[in-house]
C-alpha cells in the first residue's frame, strides 16, 4: 500500500523550515527531489569506486564499468526497450532531441518535407526542428489545440500527410499537465510513411512507459525529474534507425579505428556516447528507477491524480483565480494558473514567503504561453512526496497572496 509519509521520510531535503515556515516543495516538473536512496548510491561511487568505465582492467575500473552498463540494463527494462543497444546515455531530455534533429533529422530530410508538433511543446522540442527547417527546407506545421489545451485525433489526420516526415510531440505537457495520445498519434505517423518522436521527460518520472507499446521511434526523458541526479538522460531509438545514423559528438570512446584521414565509430550506443560518460549519474539513475519500481509507477499516478483533484477543487472556490489546461481527470499531476490582475512571480515570491516553492515564467513554453494570451503563469506540479496537507498550505499561501496584492492595488 502506498503510504505517503512513509515516502516523504525517505527525502532529507524536505524535511526543513524555508522562511519560517515547512517547506512544501511544488516544483517537481522543473526537478524531483532525491531519496537518500539514490543520494546514498552517489556517494558509495564517488568514495569507494570512482573511475573511468571500459578502458581499465584494474578493480575499480571494472566495478565503475558494471555499474555504468547495469545502469543501460535499468533504463532498457525501465521502458521496456526491446534492446539494450537501443539506449543511448545523454546530458538528458534537451541533448537526446538534439542528437535526433542532428544525426537522423538534417541527414533525411529535404526541401518540402513536413515536420509536425503542437503549440504546446517545451523549447527542447521546438528549437531543434526550427534549426532542421532551416537547414534542410523541411516545413514546420503545428496540430491545432482545442479550447481546454488539448488535441484531437481528427486535427492529427488533417495535419499529418504524406509529405511528413516526422511527427514529434510531448507525452505530458509541463505546462497544461495535457496527456497526449501519442500511441495513436504514432499510428497516424507511421501510415504516412513518417517517425513518430516522443518527448517523455513529464511522463516517465509519473507513469509507466512501454515504448514497444507506443511504438515510437524515438522517446526521450531526464533522470533529475523522476528522482535521479541531474545532467543525465536517455535517448530510446529503434535500433534499425539508431544504426543507420552518424555520431552526434567526435571524440574518444565513440571511435573503433583512427587513421590521420579517416575514422569509424563504434557499434551501438557506444557511437552515440563520445568522451567520459556521466558515470556517477548514470548509477544514480539506476538508484532512482528501482526506487520508483519499488513504490509502483500505478501508484505514483493514482496519488498524483488525487492530488490534482482535491487541488483544483480547492480553487473553485476562488474565482479570481484562472487554471489553464483540461479537466483534473484529464491532466496530469501539474497545475498552471494565474491570480487576476497579479504577476505571476509576485504570486511565487509571496509563496515562497511562506515556505511553498512553485515556478513562475513562461516555462521554456513561449508559444503555448501566446495561445493562452499570456506572458508568463504559476505553475503546481506534484510528486510521489506530496499531500493533501501540501495542497491546503499551498492554497493558503495562495489567499494570503491575493490579500496581500488587493491591500497593495487598493492604496
Known amino acids: 500500500m502506498f503510504d ?12 526543513q523550515e524555508v522562511n519560517g515556515h515547512p517547506l ?19 556517494e558509495e561511487y564517488y568514495n569507494s569506486y570512482n573511475s573511468n568505465v571500459h578502458r581499465g582492467v584494474h578493480t575499480l575500473g571494472s566495478k565503475a564499468t558494471d555499474g555504468y552498463e547495469g545502469a543501460r540494463d535499468r533504463v532498457q527494462s525501465f521502458i521496456n526497450a526491446k534492446n539494450r543497444e537501443e539506449i543511448i546515455f545523454t546530458r538528458g531530455t534537451t541533448t537526446a532531441l538534439n542528437i535526433v534533429a542532428s544525426s537522423y533529422a538534417k541527414a533525411k530530410l529535404n526541401e518540402g518535407d513536413e515536420i509536425v508538433l503542437t503549440p504546446m511543446e517545451h523549447h527542447s522540442n521546438i ?10 527546407g523541411a516545413v514546420l506545421k503545428y496540430i491545432p489545440l482545442q479550447p481546454d489545451g488539448t488535441i484531437s485525433l481528427e486535427d492529427v489526420e488533417e495535419t499529418v500527410t504524406d509529405k511528413t516526415k516526422i511527427v514529434t510531440m510531448v507525452h505530458v ?3 497544461l499537465g495535457t496527456m497526449n495520445p501519442v500511441k495513436e498519434v504514432g499510428e497516424i505517423a507511421h501510415n504516412h510513411g513518417a517517425i513518430m518522436i516522443v518527448d517523455g521527460a513529464q511522463s516517465s518520472p509519473h507513469k509507466k512507459v512501454d515504448v514497444q507499446d507506443l511504438n515510437c521511434d524515438f522517446f526521450a526523458f531526464s533522470a533529475h525529474k523522476m528522482c535521479g541526479p541531474t545532467g543525465i538522460g536517455a535517448l530510446y531509438g529503434k535500433k534499425e534507425l539508431l544504426d543507420d545514423m552518424e555520431p552526434f559528438e567526435f571524440g574518444g570512446e565513440m571511435i573503433d579505428e ?3 584521414y579517416e575514422s569509424t565509430w563504434k557499434e551501438l550506443p557506444y557511437k552515440f556516447e563520445g568522451g567520459t560518460p556521466i558515470i556517477g549519474g548514470a548509477i544514480g539513475f539506476a538508484k532512482a528507477i528501482d526506487y520508483l519500481e519499488e513504490i509502483g509507477l500505478e501508484n505514483i499516478e493514482a496519488h498524483e491524480k488525487m492530488l490534482v483533484q482535491y487541488a483544483m477543487e480547492r480553487l473553485t472556490e476562488h474565482e479570481d483565480v484562472e487554471v489553464y489546461g483540461p479537466p483534473a481527470d484529464q491532466r496530469a499531476g501539474i497545475l498552471t494558473f494565474n491570480i487576476k490582475g497579479v504577476h505571476p512571480h509576485d504570486v511565487a515570491t509571496v509563496l515562497d514567503s511562506q515556505g511553498v516553492a512553485v515556478r513562475a515564467g513562461h516555462h521554456c513554453a513561449r508559444p503555448l504561453m501566446n495561445w493562452l494570451g499570456c506572458t508568463a503563469t504559476a505553475r503546481a506540479s506534484f510528486y510521489l512526496y506530496n499531500t493533501k496537507s501540501d495542497v491546503d498550505a499551498f492554497v493558503d499561501a495562495l489567499v494570503t ?4 496584492f488587493g491591500d497593495v492595488y487598493a492604496e
Open 401 to 404: 497572496a491575493k490579500e496581500y
Open 4 to 15: 505517503v509519509q512513509k515516502v516523504r521520510e525517505q527525502f532529507p531535503i524536505l524535511h
Open 258 to 260: 583512427v587513421g590521420l
Open 173 to 175: 505537457s509541463n505546462v
Open 24 to 42: 512544501v516543495y511544488l516544483d517537481n516538473s522543473a526537478t524531483s527531489q532525491k531519496p537518500i536512496q539514490v543520494i546514498e548510491a552517489l
Open 127 to 136: 528549437i531543434p526542428w526550427q534549426q532542421v527547417a532551416k537547414a534542410t
